[in-house]
């Protein structure tokens, strides 16, 4: 899963954070160590505005493989925003047991 | 009061006798009108399976069973206005009659004049489809009223890109009703996103007095302020990275009150008459509760959220939240919905921990009444309407039984 060639210096996040679906992307903040949620946010937030303005120029309907790609890390990003930003952990401090499955996602 | 009788609880019904008094006579929104097409489509209302499909004159629904042996009819298909079984291929005309009986000399004493699927009442409005199991409801118009029927006209079928999400949460459905008709809590339940300084949020949150309330039994209306949009900038103007929401938010300009580049969804404006009622003048969103246990939220920025609690047991119920936008037209507005709808889930998880041990502590039974100020007008109103519903229905019930 290649990056576009503009954005290949966040390869090395692909394989841990460009997941598909938000359930894998919520299972990988929990279950990482807080260290690397802060690694990865630090990594892709520096290069999201060039990111977003790469992504928005394209069909979403007729993405190629490796912007939807890059467009999961953004994913990825916004869920471990919370965590970095807010909270300093991966779970939501006073959620307690509370989980959401997700039932139903757009497809991109 | 507008009810109904209830139908009998289905065998091994997970609802309680008493929240299926109440939820079993109601309207209840099923599905989307979209969703039902050619073919019948299977639901399920409080433990009941239907059908529902789409005739030439509109959308019907039944108990999903034929009166042959019992097959679901929704795995069957549909041949004109008739619903066909799969099973022997019965048929089902108009008015939920059978119309055909296959070898139909083979059978005895067939009455076949009193076959038909059993009925639920259905009726379609914005887009929802409503169906309710009582014999005998108001007509879905006249329970949902003037307070309701004026947002027929906000544009729901636009809104197709979906986000659901469903949860357990161990605790009673009325306390989750309860959580969501007050903004007095988001100052302490949500103070790390407000102000991790809870003197700091209590100062940053609304006053009072900004909120707008409407009543009308059974159901209900708040409309609250919230942040206008952010101005629109240049690209690559958000500024260097930082570990600061504010900046996520700007970056992808989107937060909690939705996104920062508004769609165009065909209203006049987005202050459409029906819409923020009270005037707010940097409004929010409006949050109408249909009785019992839906609310849909309308924000002021293009999009709407359904929440729905779906009672299982006295200490339990499934919370539905699901948020509806018009589909992106470009990967910026699909982020800033990620955005969006991930904010709006790490909320409710704090309000659903909440409620989890509120049940806990009530479950001890050391304190029985509840204190509500001003404010928490709507739980007011809710506690009230539940009371009258129930004594209603035990008075139904009991003069049924005499």
Not at chain 1, 21 to 29: C, N, V
Not at chain 2, 6 to 15: E, L
Not at chain 2, 222 to 232: E, F, I, K
Not at chain 2, 243 to 251: C, I, M, N, P, S
Request: charged share 20%.
């Amino acid at each position: 899963m290649p990056l576009p060639q503009e954005f290949s210096d966040l390869e090395p996040f692909v394989v841990d954070w460009a997941l598909p679906t938000r359930a894998q992307r919520y299972e990988a903040r929990l279950s990482k160590p807080f260290d690397e949620l802060v690694n990865f946010y630090d990594a892709v937030a520096p290069r999201a505005e060039e990111a977003i303005a790469y992504l928005k120029g394209l069909d979403i309907d007729d993405l190629a493989d490796d912007a939807t790609t890059l467009l999961h890390l953004l994913y990825s990003m916004i869920l471990v925003s919370y965590a970095v930003n807010v909270f300093k952990q991966n779970r939501i401090p006073d959620s307690g047991a509370a989980f959401f499955e997700m039932v139903a996602e757009p497809a991109v | 009061m507008l009810i109904g009788t209830a139908v009998p609880r289905p065998r091994d019904c997970t609802f309680s006798p008493g929240d299926w008094e109440i939820l079993g006579r109601y309207w209840h929104p099923v599905l989307f009108s979209t969703d039902v097409a050619d073919t019948p489509v299977k639901a399920r209302l409080l433990d009941v399976d239907l059908v529902v499909y789409r005739t030439s004159k509109g959308v019907v629904a039944a108990r999903d069973l034929c009166m042959h042996r019992g097959s679901p009819l929704s795995m069957g298909h549909l041949q004109g206005d008739e619903i066909v079984c799969a099973y022997h291929g019965w048929r089902y005309g108009l008015d939920g009659k059978v119309n055909h009986i296959t070898n139909e000399a083979e059978f005895f004493d067939l009455d076949k004049a009193t076959l038909r699927m059993p009925p639920v009442h259905c009726e379609v409005w914005a887009g929802f489809i409503f169906i309710n199991l009582a014999d005998d409801p108001v007509p879905l118009r006249s329970f949902l009223g003037d307070g309701l029927l004026a947002i027929e006209s906000y544009p729901f079928e636009k809104m197709t890109q979906r986000y659901g999400f469903s949860t357990r949460i161990n605790g009673n459905w009325k306390l989750a009703v309860d959580s969501v008709c007050e903004w007095y809590h988001p100052p302490y339940v949500h103070s790390r996103f407000i102000d991790p300084d809870v003197s700091k949020a209590e100062k940053m949150v609304p006053p009072v007095d900004s909120y707008h309330y409407e009543l009308f039994r059974p159901h209900m209306l708040t409309s609250v302020p919230g942040p206008p949009p952010l101005r629109a900038r240049e690209p690559g103007t958000a500024g260097p990275a930082r570990q600061d929401q504010r900046w996520v938010y700007k970056l992808f300009r989107a937060g909690l009150f939705g996104p920062d580049d508004v769609p165009d969804i065909g209203l006049e404006n987005a202050g459409a008459d029906f819409l923020n009622r009270g005037n707010i003048a940097s409004w929010g969103n409006d949050q109408f509760w249909l009785f019992p246990n839906i609310s849909v939220q309308i924000w002021a920025r293009g999009y709407y959220i359904t929440y729905t609690y779906w009672p299982e047991t006295v200490d339990s119920h499934i919370y539905e939240i699901d948020l509806y936008f018009v589909p992106p037209a470009n990967a910026a507005d699909r982020l800033a919905q990620e955005l969006v709808v991930d904010s709006t889930i790490e909320f409710a998880m704090q309000d659903v921990n909440t409620i989890e041990a509120t049940h806990s502590a009530l479950k001890t039974r050391a304190q029985n009444t509840f204190h509500l100020s001003d404010q928490e007008l709507l739980i007011r109103q809710f506690h009230t309407v539940i009371r009258d519903t129930v004594g209603a229905c035990q008075s139904a019930n009991s003069t049924r039984e005499a």
